[in-house]
């Protein structure tokens, strides 16, 4: 059975740093393309970052040049690294794991394996 489990989410100030894990069992991640997505209240899951198959990682213009996504010496665990953090990155933040394409890493309707979420709140 396929479970992902993320933690590391927390209350921290604008400009703080958090890091996530996603820890995978039931799967090894170096055969699925790992992503990072978000949700805040009222509106959709969005995109944050993803890690693939052949290691190339991907990320929301939103994010780039502060989150890094990272696979673990384990290679079952996908970290995000998210650094200067903004009031508008307060979500629920989700690990997803599929074979999807690489043109379709950004669209969560295409993974099939979830975590539980883990909430993220930036204070300014």
């Known amino acids: 059975q396929v479970q992902l489990v993320e933690s590391g989410g927390g209350l921290v100030q604008a400009g703080g740093s958090l890091r996530l894990s996603c820890a995978a069992s039931?799967?090894?991640?170096?055969?699925?393309?790992i992503a990072w997505f978000r949700q805040a209240p009222g509106k959709e899951r969005q995109f944050v970052a993803a890690f693939s198959k052949s290691s190339r990682t991907y990320y929301a213009d939103s994010v780039k040049d502060r989150f890094t996504i990272s696979r673990g010496n384990d290679r079952n665990t996908v970290y995000l690294q998210m650094d200067t953090l903004k009031p508008e990155d307060t979500a629920v933040y989700y690990c997803?794991?599929?074979?999807?394409?690489?043109?379709?890493?950004?669209?969560?309707?295409?993974?099939?394996?979830w975590g539980q979420g883990t909430q993220v709140t930036v204070s300014s």
């Open positions: 039931g799967i090894t991640f170096s055969g699925y393309n």
């Open positions: 997803g794991a599929d074979r999807v394409v690489l043109s379709s890493i950004r669209d969560p309707n295409l993974y099939n394996y």
